[in-house]
């Protein structure tokens, strides 16, 4: 317990007054402790911290709200994503957090979003979870303890997992709530125990800073190699982000947020997030030793009584999730920051198994692809879904964190590639010979093997065919790789059926991308998928 002063101190700008215990700061053993005597979770048996997450096993998307302010409302991207919460109905739910807050023992974490001081928010993070300011303390950057001397928070979330919203009092859609507010850089999380929140809220707040900045806020992973070559890699959870970019022979920048400016590339974040089902020390062993360490949280995944992991189980949820310090990969840049970028690669997990293993892209296909922000759902991996595969279209690859509308990031992004002369590549790391449950799914061996030869400009210095469905401008050898993987057509049984199948995923692109034909230039439209008349 620290004193009262040192506790009016620690919830300076939070509204909370301090009633019970307040621990400020502390490290990540003595969290542990505290989540351990508080029985929020038990360790596995490599010492990482495993907990639960209640009825929520991933974000809610359909409770996430945008205060309805003067100065930002007409520049918020208003709709499904960001909806609306008058700004009465906002002091309540804050009033009755707070309130509820100061009856609680709490934690609390000062930490930095931005590795670029020139382009970095401070965060204070209150809240009733030990192991949930773990989770922080691990994903944001940790401030030197001159820095934490007079920190004052830029933003600060006031986080009550365990606190029911009152739809008819609070003006929410359920008992839980994630609620943000520009104009008074606060952000209310309630009803839901699932620390990804934590860690979205703060890329939704990047999002909306960082273009008025001149930087270009991205849903991607960052790695650089031996020769100082950034590589960014796009894509939805599933696609390989994380996988890809953990390379022994690339330095990690990050795994998952970030900023490119005049300056380069940056970090958002200090830790990862990674999702863990199946992982194996054979294909992923960066992020396998990462998952049996001391101090990293993992969230839903099972264990025998001795602690013993298996992640393959998917009883709690498919979206198992480990959360540690970035700097538990071996082979990481410590200062989150790398130059331009010499290579951008956009993931897509193609479950209809008809997408090339990659390609190379225009700078207007790369606009296209990216507003279009394709990866495509299997049974299993969702609840509701069919035996089909269910394409997926999330804009910039992370619609649900875009506070401005997705043609402000698409044509920094378009701007950004033209400046510095990127050289672009979209890459399936889905299915071949056949759509998901007839065909299998991608080599590791083989996507990694495809990247190589990209990033060190091989396949860039070769020859390539066009794509007659897909416009993509696809390799026509790579060392190693087999011809039938490179023309997913002549890898299906039927090639009639292929057909039939791409032509289906060309409706598909076309429909979703009628909402930005308005939005973009002749040369983007000129690219743009259509399915065959």
Same mark, same amino acid.
């Given at each position: 317990m620290i004193n009262d002063v040192d506790a009016t101190d620690a919830l300076a700008g939070t509204g909370v007054v301090p009633g019970r215990q307040v621990h400020a700061n502390l490290t990540a053993p003595a969290l542990i402790a505290h989540s351990l005597r508080l029985r929020e979770g038990r360790l596995s048996a490599d010492g990482a911290m495993m907990v639960a997450t209640g009825i929520h096993t991933g974000r809610s998307v359909a409770d996430k709200f945008v205060v309805d302010e003067p100065a930002s409302r007409d520049q918020v991207w208003w709709g499904k994503i960001n909806q609306r919460l008058p700004g009465d109905r906002f002091a309540t739910l804050q009033a009755r957090v707070q309130a509820y807050l100061q009856g609680q023992e709490l934690f609390v974490q000062d930490l930095y979003a931005g590795a670029d001081p020139a382009h970095r928010v401070r965060v204070r993070l209150v809240t009733t979870g030990a192991w949930q300011a773990l989770f922080a303390r691990n994903v944001f950057i940790r401030p030197s303890e001159a820095e934490l001397a007079g920190f004052e928070p830029d933003y600060v979330i006031l986080h009550a997992p365990h606190f029911a919203a009152d739809p008819a009092i609070d003006g929410v859609r359920s008992s839980t709530a994630i609620a943000l507010s520009f104009a008074q850089k606060r952000i209310v999380i309630a009803g839901s125990e699932y620390a990804g929140e934590i860690k979205k809220s703060i890329f939704t707040v990047m999002n909306w800073l960082a273009p008025e900045q001149g930087v270009l806020p991205m849903h991607c992973s960052a790695n650089i190699g031996k020769a100082g070559d950034v590589a960014l890699f796009f894509g939805l959870s599933g696609t390989g982000k994380t996988t890809l970019s953990s390379d022994p022979h690339r330095a990690l920048i990050g795994d998952d947020e970030h900023g490119w400016g005049d300056g380069g590339v940056f970090n958002f974040e200090g830790g990862c997030y990674a999702k863990v089902i199946? %992982?194996? +020390? !054979?294909?992923? $062993?960066?992020?396998?030793?990462?998952?049996?360490?001391?101090?990293?949280?993992? !969230?839903?995944?099972?264990?025998?009584?001795?602690?013993?992991?298996?992640?393959?189980?998917?009883?709690?949820? !498919?979206?198992?999730?480990?959360?540690?310090?970035?700097?538990?990969?071996?082979?990481?840049?410590?200062?989150?920051?790398?130059?331009?970028?010499?290579?951008?690669? *956009? %993931?897509?997990?193609?479950?209809?198994?008809?997408?090339?293993?990659?390609?190379?892209?225009? =700078?207007?296909?790369?606009?296209?692809?990216?507003?279009?922000?394709?990866?495509?759902?299997?049974?299993?991996?969702?609840?509701?879904?069919?035996? !089909? $595969?269910? +394409?997926?279209?999330?804009?910039? &690859?992370?619609? $649900? &964190?875009? =506070?401005?509308?997705?043609?402000?990031y698409g044509r920094m992004l378009e701007a950004m590639i033209e400046r510095h002369g990127v050289t672009c590549w979209l890459v399936n790391t889905g299915w071949t010979g056949?759509?998901?449950?007839?065909?299998?799914? *991608?080599?590791?061996? #083989?996507?990694?093997?495809? %990247?190589? #030869? +990209?990033?060190?400009?091989?396949?860039?210095?070769?020859?390539?065919?066009?794509?007659?469905?897909?416009?993509?401008?696809?390799?026509?050898?790579?060392?190693?790789?087999?011809?039938?993987?490179?023309? =997913?057509?002549?890898?299906?049984?039927?090639?009639?059926?292929?057909?039939?199948?791409?032509r289906a995923l060309l409706a598909r692109f076309e429909a979703n991308f009628a909402q930005f034909d308005a939005a973009v230039g002749a040369e983007v439209r000129a690219a743009a998928l259509r399915a065959a008349a």
């Amino acid at each position: 317990m620290i004193n009262d002063v040192d506790a009016t101190d620690a919830l300076a700008g939070t509204g909370v007054v301090p009633g019970r215990q307040v621990h400020a700061n502390l490290t990540a053993p003595a969290l542990i402790a505290h989540s351990l005597r508080l029985r929020e979770g038990r360790l596995s048996a490599d010492g990482a911290m495993m907990v639960a997450t209640g009825i929520h096993t991933g974000r809610s998307v359909a409770d996430k709200f945008v205060v309805d302010e003067p100065a930002s409302r007409d520049q918020v991207w208003w709709g499904k994503i960001n909806q609306r919460l008058p700004g009465d109905r906002f002091a309540t739910l804050q009033a009755r957090v707070q309130a509820y807050l100061q009856g609680q023992e709490l934690f609390v974490q000062d930490l930095y979003a931005g590795a670029d001081p020139a382009h970095r928010v401070r965060v204070r993070l209150v809240t009733t979870g030990a192991w949930q300011a773990l989770f922080a303390r691990n994903v944001f950057i940790r401030p030197s303890e001159a820095e934490l001397a007079g920190f004052e928070p830029d933003y600060v979330i006031l986080h009550a997992p365990h606190f029911a919203a009152d739809p008819a009092i609070d003006g929410v859609r359920s008992s839980t709530a994630i609620a943000l507010s520009f104009a008074q850089k606060r952000i209310v999380i309630a009803g839901s125990e699932y620390a990804g929140e934590i860690k979205k809220s703060i890329f939704t707040v990047m999002n909306w800073l960082a273009p008025e900045q001149g930087v270009l806020p991205m849903h991607c992973s960052a790695n650089i190699g031996k020769a100082g070559d950034v590589a960014l890699f796009f894509g939805l959870s599933g696609t390989g982000k994380t996988t890809l970019s953990s390379d022994p022979h690339r330095a990690l920048i990050g795994d998952d947020e970030h900023g490119w400016g005049d300056g380069g590339v940056f970090n958002f974040e200090g830790g990862c997030y990674a999702k863990v089902i199946n %992982l194996s +020390a !054979e294909a992923e $062993p960066e992020i396998w030793a990462a998952t049996h360490r001391f101090g990293t949280v993992l !969230e839903n995944v099972i264990a025998d009584d001795h602690g013993r992991l298996d992640l393959t189980d998917k009883t709690l949820t !498919e979206n198992t999730r480990a959360c540690y310090p970035v700097d538990y990969i071996p082979n990481v840049v410590a200062s989150g920051r790398g130059g331009q970028p010499r290579n951008l690669v *956009m %993931l897509t997990a193609d479950a209809f198994g008809v997408l090339p293993p990659i390609a190379r892209l225009t =700078p207007a296909q790369a606009m296209y692809h990216f507003l279009s922000g394709y990866t495509a759902r299997v049974a299993g991996t969702e609840k509701g879904l069919g035996a !089909e $595969p269910e +394409a997926t279209f999330s804009t910039c &690859f992370g619609a $649900p &964190f875009l =506070p401005r509308p997705p043609e402000v990031y698409g044509r920094m992004l378009e701007a950004m590639i033209e400046r510095h002369g990127v050289t672009c590549w979209l890459v399936n790391t889905g299915w071949t010979g056949g759509k998901y449950g007839t065909g299998t799914r *991608m080599s590791i061996r #083989h996507t990694r093997a495809l %990247l190589r #030869h +990209a990033l060190d400009g091989t396949l860039a210095a070769g020859s390539f065919r066009t794509d007659p469905f897909f416009g993509l401008a696809v390799p026509e050898t790579v060392p190693g790789i087999p011809a039938e993987v490179l023309d =997913p057509r002549r890898a299906w049984a039927e090639e009639a059926e292929y057909d039939r199948t791409a032509r289906a995923l060309l409706a598909r692109f076309e429909a979703n991308f009628a909402q930005f034909d308005a939005a973009v230039g002749a040369e983007v439209r000129a690219a743009a998928l259509r399915a065959a008349a």
